[in-house]
């Protein structure tokens, strides 16, 4: 097999994985130990495990001003929404892009667009089903408030999921990021929300399937209308 064919399958793996496909590997040389069939389905949820936790690099647009998605997945809302209180984003509805992570994406986030990161807010709650609207107000949370270098703001919210049990941020409040910089990771199913700046059109549709730190969400600067489309 070549380099190249080889790159295709073969990611790197964030830190944050090791040991949990140290424990999933421990469990099938048991399972080998025990009955060889359930050894290969452990073997199995070995490779799924290190999957997940893949952080493979991407390439971001970087022509100033646009916001790119947060997460692998598929958006599953998009509509006005009244931003978490305690980000301090004001009592209006923002226009809110929610992307839906299966235990099958790539679950390291990534910033919509430079900034500085104004206020991190960690709420807990419940493990809801990541892809209901309900999931926004009460699953557990972490929001980032990011100021832009024009003074605007938006936000952008980890929920946890239905088997989603730890959120984790290693960004800091006053830390400025570059578009596309990884921030943080949800283990296991979850959701990213977006609230977009007032003015600002979403440029993707319900059923879209984004790509962290490279597909575009919204024009910072641009006049475009907000898109219509559906699935096919």
Known sequence: MSVSMLSTFVKPMHPEGRKFVAIFAGIAFVL???W????????????????????????????????????????????????PSELGLGDQPMVRVSVFMSVFNC??????????????AYRPGKFLNASLDKASSDN???????????????GVVQIAGLVARRILCWSKEGQSLM???????????????????????PLVCI????????????DLAGTEPARQGGVR
Not at 48 to 72: H, I, K, N, Q
Request: hydrophobic share 40%; with cysteine; proline share 8%.
């Open 107 to 120: 679950h390291v986030n990534r910033l919509p667009a430079a900034g500085r990161i104004a206020k991190i």
């Open 179 to 201: 578009t596309g910089e990884r921030f943080g990771l949800i283990r296991f199913g979850s959701r990213l929300d977006i609230y977009l700046p007032e003015g600002v059109e």
């Open 140 to 154: 557990e949370r972490n929001g980032l408030a990011v100021t832009l270098p024009d003074g605007r703001q938006y």
């Open 207 to 218: 059923g879209q399937t984004m790509v962290a730190g490279e597909t575009v969400i919204a």
């Open 32 to 34: 080998f130990l025990i």
């Open 36 to 83: 060889e069939p359930l050894g290969w389905l452990g073997l199995g949820l070995t490779v799924w495990c290190y999957y997940f936790f893949r952080d493979p690099e991407r390439v971001t647009p970087t022509r100033e001003g646009l916001m790119v998605s947060p997460a692998d997945g598929i958006v599953s809302l998009l509509e006005p929404a009244v931003p």
